[in-house]
DNA sequence: ATGACCACTGTACCGGCGGTCAAGTCGCGG
DNA sequence: CCGCGACTTGACCGCCGGTACAGTGGTCAT
């Protein structure tokens, strides 16, 4: 949570770790506008109204995201050529990422939305969406550069095997919040390059 | 959805449909009591608080989920005396369980209690973390039976194999929910098999 | 210096929601 | 016919999402 430069980016920063431990019905606005030290009007200021505020905190969320996503795999490719190695070791560093984080995952945006579905406008809905086709696009291109020189050594759908990265992470913060244990999410992804090493190592 | 016998249980249904499509924070009683036809006071003659519906929910929810984890893994066992694949076997019927659902999966309530911790008090969080240690502790049974007789391929740690399952239809819940593509949660459950099996077949 | 604009504040109001309270109703089994 | 479980009636409270609109202090270009 990186200090905020204007109020608009603190009601942002305030709403959305208020989102991810009650939700967003569960999220009030006078609760935000008191931890913000601004009044209801400053608040519908910046969101016309409560549809708005998820609409920017979702897109801040995913820019934010994409962007880590981005660092990691573009380091793993400068730290290995080969397209099996370097997804190897991006899923690596980003277990690291997760296991370094001191209270475990703060949740994610797109999980809380698919479970509040209907308190949001077709538009969130619809960003929400896309943004988990993005990750399925991103993961189907590495996917089928490996499968191009290592032959999956099971049968399986690539778009299926890339909608699991996401999956992965999704069920680990489900799991690692609900137990109350940080590891499980780093654990899970870990996991999960076991299996891309298997699927696709030449007789291990 | 079973057609309620009682006014409790009614109350219990469209609560749960409800919290599965808006969050807990997100339904309101009003909006419960004049879907099930009742008042107010009806409502909380049942439940003394929202928190007790989410007990109720949540408890209800558990034991209806167990029952067909037993039944469909207790069939996989009749249906093959090897572990793996009986395992293997159950985690076909499961996605095909998930498959036959017409309007995909409606959602797993312990997702929502993660995702709105701070909404319930201690007892609905002790509830919750139970039902993942105790799915843990039933994919780990089986799991050491098979690691027993198969060796498993690389070396991992089977409470985090065990971790996996539930992790895995946690997640694709939640893709399934997001894209809207009923599709993706069987896909998952179905890798997921293959997973297990490459993991512990001695040289597919 | 002045005026326009940005980022807010102040105040008053509305209906919905979670929750409480006390008293009453109705059917059913003993 | 009495008691009990399963409700109803109706009045009330304070919080919450949202609306409306007039006002204010600082910044910046002219």
Redesign the interface.
């Known amino acids: 949570m990186a200090k905020a430069q204007s109020k608009r980016e603190l009601i942002l920063d305030i709403a959305e770790a208020s989102v ?8 009030s606005i006078d609760e935000i506008i008191s931890a913000a030290d601004i009044t209801k009007s400053g608040f519908f200021y910046h969101f016309r109204d409560k549809n708005h505020l998820a609409r920017a905190l979702l897109q801040r969320y995913l820019d934010t995201e994409n962007a880590i996503l981005d660092d990691i795999f573009d380091r793993a490719r400068d730290l290995h050529g080969d397209p099996l190695h370097s997804f190897l070791i991006g899923l690596k560093l980003f277990a690291e990422l997760m296991e370094d984080l001191p209270n475990g995952h703060p ?1 994610c945006l ?10 949001f406008d077709q538009e969130v809905r619809d960003l ?2 896309q ?3 993005a990750w399925r696009e991103r993961f189907l291109g590495v996917l089928k550069e490996i499968a191009a020189i290592y032959p999956p ?2 049968d ?2 690539l778009m ?2 890339a ?2 990265i ?7 913060i ?2 690692s ?4 244990e940080t590891a ?1 999410l780093p ?2 992804i ?2 999960l390059r ?2 891309i ?3 696709f190592s030449p007789a ?1």
């Open positions: 991810l431990s009650k939700g967003f019905g569960g999220t949740g797109v999980a809380t939305v698919a479970y509040s579905e209907r308190m929400n969406r943004a988990i086709l050594r099971d399986v759908d299926t095997v909608d699991m996401t999956g992965t992470v999704e069920g680990g489900v799991l919040r609900a137990v109350g499980v654990q899970q870990v996991l076991s299996y090493r298997l699927l291990l």
